[in-house]
């Protein structure tokens, strides 16, 4: 096992978000050490979904806006349907995404949390997957899609399902134990 204690990890979501994809990797990461924090367009709380049913609520830590790149270590997308789309309507959600692929950074996207990184326009000529109905989405981004519970090309990891969470959450740590 790869060691991150005291990596610093930031989560990015709104309501709607697939409550094992946030849940499960934070719970992991912090086991293991890590710092986890969550960033949201607002500080209200904001609710999980299970599939369709609503889910768990949590307390971001810090508005989208106010993200420093260079205090986080990686970045966390989790899936859900509305979640991701809300966010890719969000310029600063956008941009930010966009910032943490430019400094080189792990970046992390599973289930429909991919869609973030096809406005972002970050994916042109890598291996990438997720969930099956956003597949197309991801090769008109110009992805090169697989179908593989957890996919690592270059800073940028993605997978399929909340089933893939602990593959999805171990290729993490392992590329930030990397860097």
Known sequence: MTAIDGARFLIMATSGFEESEL?????????????VAL???????????VIDDPGRTIRP??????VVVAEHDALILPGGVIN???????AKAVALVRAFVTAGKPVGAICHGPWLLVEADVLRGRRVTGWRSILTDLRNAGGIVVDEAAVT???IVTSRSPDDVAAFTAAMIDLVGRV
């Open 23 to 35: 849940f499960g990797p934070r719970a992991i990461l912090m086991e293991r050490g890590a710092k």
């Open 39 to 49: 960033a949201s367009p607002t500080l209200a709380p904001i609710q999980a979904t």
């Open 84 to 90: 991701p789309d809300a966010l890719r309507g969000d």
């Open 61 to 66: 830590d810090m508005v989208i806006g106010d």
């Open 153 to 155: 090309d270059g800073m």
